[in-house]
């Protein structure tokens, strides 16, 4: 039996389907995978990329910056008000965006530019750059 | 002269006709953006019944019992209203319905002793109570018919740093909720502390979920969450209301200035054949005269209408 995978934001379904396997990253930094038949889960995500290996069709990663899952009854819900689907990533800003804030960290290191490279690097990721 | 109220009237007529063109078109828009906005309202709800789960699944395994959103204060001093109203006029009662709603909400705290601060969203209830001396807090404007979850996170964020910092003991949300396309109503509800999300029942031993980090700390990142749905959700069903209110509204002045257009126009029909049938008259009354002062034979009055087409009055040209 197939996990029914939801990926949900505050003002529309992202992404929603059935999948054999969910990948994901909670707060701590560890990552996690759901297969069929998992233990009642909830966690909170960090930022990273969640991967989704539908049933069929090719793996899709979703840029999530933060956020929450829910696994019960072979159903994975993933909550988070931000979270992008490749299509949705702007590559050209995305890699612009890193190289800035690559270029400002070699100067000095502040926390918010850093959550800035680690948003952009996700996105990339997610979109398969 | 007759001639002279028959131009007033056409050019009143001509008037309310582009006033009927501009409240039509409101009215289509209006109609085609509650459609929008009850998507939008159906899209939300996934997020925040999910959010909810999980709320009832961590409560469940026994956390939140210290979270400072969740906790009601044993004094309540000082009681913060939210208003969502509209951007724009032109939507009926929509906004004195939500603006009466949330003044009731006030006199009935200060009657409580306690005293109120005041966050307004949307420049008709800011204008309002700018206008009668009331002390605003925090005003939100420019999103009220189509407000995004960054909107949402604004408002929810300024009240709910203030409600943490004690500023506020209670906050309580004015909004307008959508029941149908005919009905919307302003209703006043407490919106922090959050109220517990009851365990239900019925769902039965769920209660072994495997958690990371722990319940607690799960739970404090996700109440600041559940607070911007929630508020999301008031200001995505207000905008619905906007509209359906709008639409409403715009819809029987559509139908006021067609009735004022038909009855103007008898009026200035009426007017015109007056005009019309005095003309004749005098024309008629005219020849006579001129027949009996010359003693002359009847067909006098042939000869002048015959022969001299080019002087009658304008009025008498039937083409308009």
Redesign the interface.
Known sequence: MALAVQVVSPERILWSGDADMVLTRTVGGGEIAFLDGHAPFVGALGIGVTRIRPTDGADVGVAVHGGFVEVSDNQVSILSDAAELPEEIDVARAEEARTRAEASLRDEHDAETEAALRRANVRLEAAGR | MAGGQERVLRRRIKSVQSTRKITKAMELIAASRIVKAQQ?VA??R???E??T??IR??AAAGAGGDSPLLQARDEVATVCVVVVGADRGLAGGYNTAVIRTAERALQAERDEGRSTALVTVGKKALNYFRFRGYEIADSFTGFSDNP??ED??AVAESVTARFESGAYDQVRLVYTRFLSMAAQRAVALTYLPLEQAPTDETSGP?A??????D?G??LD??LP?YA??RL?AALLDAAASEHAARQRAMKSATENAEELITKLSRVMNRARQDAITTEIMEIVGGAEALRQGKGAPEDLLVDIIGGTRDLLPDTLDLRR
């Open positions: 939008r899209a939300a996934p997020y925040s999910q959010i789960e999980v699944n961590l995004t979850y949402a996170r769920t072994d979920y495997e958690f990371e980090p319940p700390e799960i990142r996700l969450r911007e749905a999301f």
